[in-house]
């Protein structure tokens, strides 16, 4: 499979630097990590972090986000440092975009906006581009004046009320049908789609969840021979993509979602819902899980979040830490101070594998543990079929 290409690595890299707002009660290693991730997406989207401001306060400014003298204090940099554009951790509301762009005149982004240009840069087929154009059009609706800010420099009556607001009237207008438009091509597509499924062999359904970037990808190569795309990068799989696997005699299909993240835009994942039916259908889950991340607990509970919010949290879940080959656990080192490497035994024994039945440990890269998890696969698949198509003897 030929090297795929989503952006132009021939265009300068722009240099960022990032915003966040610490709240009360949230302690200063959740804001690093969520600093450490939105920095992961400047890195996905081909930016470069070049620094970071955090900001405690008890809620964010109306205004400005963080309030004049730390907008002030970045200004300052972003002048001095020739930064190329403002990142911040949360979602702006129009007038907060408005104000800080006016103040630093430099590209102001947040967090949605930069998820949604990422989805931009992924999208391959058909339906994901319609989802992701559906997506920034609703994001860009209620922020259209920012694109009339030059009538702020007239004064008076004259001349503000008529053409500004005759053209982002008809802005607006032409926003909204587009958005009709898509949302019908989204219904035909979601119809092809459900015919689709229909229409395939009584097989049972696996679908391969979790957070963005553990390796889901990895495993669904693994398991079907396949060649899906797979890199470290967040979002590296955008489209739903399903392929036929069969251990010894027992066939299923096997389905590659979209990680999920925190923050994720709420309208994004509305426009996502029509993906990620292959999960809502699915008829067994695999909740897969990085290990070897220092936060991965509050991974897996995004995950459940979002696995509930799509009401597919009561479906039948295998959990499958991947990635041991990478864990290190800070607690617990050896008489020289040296990381503790833990075996199979060890990490089934942990909270991880007790309260998590059935749960499982390897690592999708260097092949470890491999054969457990296809066994249990064919024990699981098999099972399942046998209840729901009894007369069906597999023979293939």
Known sequence: MGKQKYYDTSLK??????????????????????????????????????????QKMLKPDRGTFVGTGKLEEIQAYVKSEEIDMVVFDDELSPSQLRNIE??????????SNLILDIFAGRAQTAQAKTQVELAQLQYLLPRLTRLWTHLERQKGGIGMRGPGETQIESDRRMILEKISLLKGRLKLIDKQNETQRKNRVQLIRIALVGYTNVGKSTIMNMLSKSEVFAENKLFATLDTTVRKVVIENVPFLLSDTVGFIRKLPHHLVECFKSTLDEV??????????????????????????????LGARDKPIIMVFNKIDAYVNPELQDEEGEPVTLTLDDFKKSWMGTNNAPALFISALHKENLEKFKQLLYDKVLSLHTERYPNDKLLY
């Open 280 to 309: 809502r259908e699915a008829d067994i889950l695999i909740h897969v899980v990085d290990v070897s991340h220092a936060h991965f607990e509050d991974q897996i509970n995004v995950v459940n979040e979002t696995l509930k919010d």
């Open 13 to 54: 890299q722009e240099r960022a630097v990032l915003v966040g707002v610490i709240r009360p009660g949230e302690k200063i290693e959740e804001t690093r990590e969520y600093l450490d991730e939105l920095t992961f997406l400047v890195d996905t989207a081909g930016g470069l972090v070049v620094h970071e401001f955090t």
């Open 102 to 111: 006016r103040e630093l005149q430099v590209k102001v982004l947040d967090r």
